[in-house]
């Protein structure tokens, strides 16, 4: 089945400053990647997400790329503010077999003032 | 918005009890999901289901079985619970891709 490896577990930049987290994948025929951001206390929350037609999306500070030859995929922050700080869990699944994802094992995120 | 519902927030059951977890949507999503977080582990899938009466093991399903009887409803069970069953547990709903997730149940077995 898939796995997916997340790097790294912690994570603590400086408020304005950029952070960027990386996931690798195992199965060559995964081919939708989400994103979740899980703040403290509260549900996983779907933040982006990209598909393997696509090498790169972007919404406002966030972004997503792809490398299907290399099977990694990473979420840049950009300006990174407070509101930030959370968990992030990257994922994989492909397409059909309910659409199970896998997930990663997650990264702390810390924006510190 | 898409809202999927878990019956409770917190529970503590004894060791050996038998334990219903519920799931409820609202938005005709054919595909329902059971996971486990755990610190480190992230999230785990333990039971998903594409379609009413059908069920499909994921990668963690010892000691546990589910039930989805109507489109809207998925319940986890755990036959027997043990210590090791203490954990968050998520359940989410999709439709094509993204999950939208509950908010959790967290159970501590004694």
């Known amino acids: 089945g898939e796995n997916?490896?997340?790097h790294p577990s912690t994570l603590s930049v400086q408020e304005g400053d950029s952070a960027v987290i990386k996931c690798t994948y195992s199965d060559s025929?995964?081919?939708?990647?989400?994103?979740?951001?899980q703040e403290l206390g509260k549900r996983p929350q779907l933040i982006i997400d990209?598909?393997?037609?696509?090498?790169?999306?972007k919404d406002q500070r966030i972004a997503v790329?792809?490398?299907k030859t290399?099977?990694?995929f990473s979420l840049h922050i950009t300006e990174t503010q407070p509101e930030d700080s959370a968990v992030y869990f990257c994922a994989a699944s492909r397409a059909g077999g309910g659409n199970k994802l896998t997930f990663g094992t997650g990264t702390q995120l810390k924006v510190e003032l | 918005d898409v809202k999927v519902t878990q019956s409770s927030r917190y529970l503590?059951?004894?060791t050996g009890e038998k334990v219903f977890l519920e799931c409820v949507q609202d938005m005709d999503h054919e595909n329902m999901f059971w996971y486990r977080q755990d610190p480190?582990?992230?999230?785990r899938l333990i039971?998903?289901?594409?379609?009413?009466k059908m069920k499909e093991k994921g990668d963690i399903p010892e000691g546990y079985s589910v039930s989805r009887e109507k489109k809207e409803r998925f319940s986890l069970i755990l036959e027997s619970a043990s210590t090791n069953q203490t954990s968050m547990y998520l359940c989410a709903s999709s439709l094509e891709s993204g999950y939208t997730f509950g908010s959790g149940t967290r159970l501590t077995v004694v």
Do not use: C, M
């Not at chain 2, 480190?40 to 999230?43: A, D, E, P, T």
């Open chain 2, 12 to 14: 503590v059951k004894r």
């Open chain 1, 50 to 57: 990209i598909r393997s037609n696509v090498g790169e999306k």
């Open chain 1, 29 to 37: 025929a995964s081919n939708y990647f989400p994103w979740y951001k």
């Open chain 1, 65 to 67: 790329t792809l490398n």
């Open chain 2, 40 to 43: 480190g582990l992230g999230l």
């Open chain 1, 70 to 72: 290399a099977k990694h």
């Open chain 2, 47 to 52: 039971y998903f289901s594409y379609d009413v």
């Open chain 1, 4 to 6: 997916v490896e997340q």
